[in-house]
């Protein structure tokens, strides 16, 4: 009864290259989040996805960040050209449902750090 | 938008203690409100959750309180244990699905 899972756990990389984080929701969650947390601080909501479709990107930065969620594989954050303040810890829940109705469930995170 | 306020920022108790945590939210649209325990470097973990047409909920050593009237929220947990040393955040989702997260509470438990 494998748990949220999110790798790589720890990715390093150089500024102005493109990093990638990967999710993979619980099995029979449909609804994924993702949040990021910066050193000493709560998480702030990113995006929200269902398979094939962006529900909410609100919380994501216009430039650079992208995500998707496909009919088969994990979600993907993508960030291009990253820049130092992109340094902080990607975490990734999933949901049964809406997280009204859905307890949301972390993963393990991916902690970037730019260079 | 929601903002989740939570106090106090560090608290420091002796084992056996118990330990409160409280938060505040604005939005009054807000209806689910999770607290997650989160230890260095590993993920948030959910602890408890109150709905909102709940005034509390209790598992085990862990108890949650909900005033809507006031808009506030608090975690108590009786009896600490060196274990229960961590950050706790609270948490609320006006309506949809965004966690609103506050800052978190470091939480240190001494024998």
């Known amino acids: 009864n494998a748990g949220v899972m999110q790798n790589p756990r720890h990715l390093v990389r150089r500024r102005g290259q493109e990093a990638r984080l990967r999710c993979s929701p619980m099995k029979g969650h449909s609804h994924v989040y993702w949040y990021r947390q910066l050193p000493e601080e709560g998480l702030k909501f990113m995006v929200y996805l269902q398979k094939e479709n962006i529900i909410d990107e609100s919380g994501m930065p216009k430039e650079r960040f992208s995500a998707e969620f496909p009919k088969e594989g994990p979600s993907i954050l993508r960030i291009q050209q990253v820049v130092r303040g992109d340094s902080a810890a990607y975490f990734c829940?999933?949901?049964?449902?809406?997280?009204?109705?859905?307890?949301?469930?972390f993963g393990p995170g991916t902690r970037l750090t730019v260079l | 938008g929601e903002n989740v306020e939570q106090h106090p920022s560090t608290l420091s108790v002796q084992e056996g203690d118990s330990a409160v945590i409280k938060c505040t939210y604005s939005?009054?649209?807000?209806?689910?409100f999770p607290w997650y325990k989160q230890e260095l470097g590993k993920r948030p973990q959910l602890i408890i959750d109150i709905r909102s047409n709940v005034g509390e909920k209790k598992d085990q050593r862990i108890a949650v309180t909900l005033n809507k009237t006031a808009k506030h929220f608090s975690l108590h947990i009786t009896e600490t244990q060196p274990e229960d040393s961590a950050v706790y955040f609270c948490?609320?989702?006006?309506?949809?699905?965004?966690?609103?997260f506050g800052k978190g509470t470091s939480l240190l438990v001494t024998p």
């Open positions: 939005d009054s649209a807000s209806n689910y």
């Open positions: 829940a999933s949901s049964r449902g809406l997280a009204g109705d859905g307890t949301q469930y």
């Open positions: 948490a609320a989702i006006p309506s949809g699905y965004a966690l609103n």
